[in-house]
Every structure is written in C-alpha cells, then in structure tokens.
C-alpha cells in the first residue's frame, strides 16, 4: 500500500480555520489601534526612509490590516491567496521592527533594546502563521 498526500481543494482544518480567526482578530486589533489610541505609538515603527509623512503611514497599515480582515472573513473561496498576501504585508512591515531597533525607540511595552531585538523574532512567526492557517490541508490516502 502507498500513501498519497494531496491537497483539498479549499479546505483547511478546524485547527487552521481557528488560527485564522484568531490572526484576524489580532490584525483588527492592531488595523483598530492604528487608527485610534495606539497611533502616536506606532510612529516609532516608521522608519526614516520613507518618503511619505509618518503618520499617512500609520493610517495606511491600519487601513490595510482591517482589508486584510475582511477579506479573510468575506472572501473564504480566497484564503490561501490571501494568506500569502497577509504574509507579504508582514515581510514588508517588517523593516519598521528592525527600525524601532536600530533607532531605540520605545512603544508598546519594548523599552529596551533587548525586549525590541526579541520583537523582530516573532515577524517571522507571524508570516508563518499567515500562510499555515490558509494553507490547503493535506489529506493521506492509502491506495
């Protein structure tokens, strides 16, 4: 007997769909407080070579977080597409993590330099998380 992983069409697991859910309220969170209390805070995540005012950036990413909600809750037929578009918002954002580093700038609880440093680990855990909990299941069949 041979065992065959294949994918299912548009399918993902419970515990993908959980995950997705829980990424969506965490991006329409951050999407909400882009936009309101936590503004001010999110400056120190602009880095200086961006040729745009600092705070349009801000608006920008918030209003870009919150479409990414939407489009993950509203358009499920284009999850894995949209997964891997949530990734490259969060590859792309992530020079504002390596910015608050290198520029020691303080804002949401990361004070120091270490507490920063250990920030821009969790970039690439949140790409990840983009991309498994949109990923297609595998399923194995035995032949």
Same mark, same amino acid.
């Given at each position: 007997?041979?065992?065959?992983?294949?994918?299912?069409?548009? /399918?993902? @697991?419970?515990?993908?769909?959980?995950?997705?859910?829980?990424?969506?309220?965490?991006?329409?969170?951050?999407? @909400?407080?882009?936009?309101?209390?936590?503004?001010?805070?999110?400056?120190?995540?602009?880095?200086? &070579?961006?040729?745009?005012?600092?705070?349009?950036?801000?608006?920008?990413?918030?209003?870009?977080?919150?479409?990414?909600?939407?489009?993950?809750? %509203?358009?499920?037929?284009?999850?894995? @597409?949209?997964?891997?578009?949530?990734?490259? %918002?969060?590859?792309?954002? %992530?020079?504002?993590?390596?910015?608050?580093? /290198?520029?020691?700038?303080?804002?949401?609880?990361?004070?120091?330099?270490?507490?920063? %440093? /250990?920030?821009?680990?969790?970039?690439?855990?949140?790409?990840? &998380?983009?991309? &498994?909990? @949109?990923?297609?299941?595998?399923?194995?069949?035995?032949?």
């Amino acid at each position: 007997m041979t065992q065959d992983i294949q994918t299912t069409g548009s /399918t993902t @697991t419970t515990a993908q769909d959980a995950a997705r859910v829980a990424l969506g309220l965490m991006l329409m969170t951050a999407g @909400t407080s882009h936009l309101t209390f936590a503004r001010d805070a999110f400056t120190a995540q602009v880095p200086d &070579w961006v040729p745009l005012d600092i705070d349009t950036v801000v608006v920008q990413s918030g209003v870009v977080e919150i479409s990414l909600v939407a489009a993950l809750v %509203f358009l499920p037929q284009h999850k894995e @597409t949209l997964g891997r578009v949530t990734g490259a %918002f969060f590859a792309a954002v %992530f020079p504002g993590n390596i910015s608050q580093y /290198t520029h020691h700038r303080s804002a949401f609880g990361l004070d120091t330099d270490a507490k920063r %440093f /250990t920030r821009l680990f969790f970039q690439p855990l949140l790409i990840g &998380w983009a991309l &498994w909990s @949109t990923k297609k299941a595998a399923i194995t069949t035995k032949n």
